[in-house]
């Protein structure tokens, strides 16, 4: 498996985690019961989607720019 592909694949799932937790924490407030941690918890999967995303977003305008320079 390609790098890219992994991923991709790894943005996929974390993207599931982080909605996930978001709407535990929504449904935590709407009970009354939030915890202080609870609000800190969709952040770490928040940071690697910024990362991975910035990432597969750049990935075909340097694929572009690679394959436009090797036929110079």
């Known amino acids: 498996m390609s790098w890219n592909r992994g991923i991709r ?3 996929r799932w974390v993207s599931l985690l ?3 937790t ?7 407030v709407a009970m009354g019961q939030a915890i202080d941690w609870l609000y800190y918890l969709p952040l770490p999967p928040l940071f690697f989607l910024l ?5 597969l ?3 075909p305008y340097v ?3 690679s394959t436009a320079s090797g036929r110079a």
């Open 9 to 11: 694949q790894a943005h």
């Open 18 to 20: 982080f909605t996930t």
């Open 22 to 28: 978001v709407i535990a924490n929504f449904i935590a």
């Open 51 to 55: 990362g991975s995303g910035l990432y």
């Open 57 to 59: 977003f750049a990935l």
């Open 63 to 65: 694929a572009r720019r």
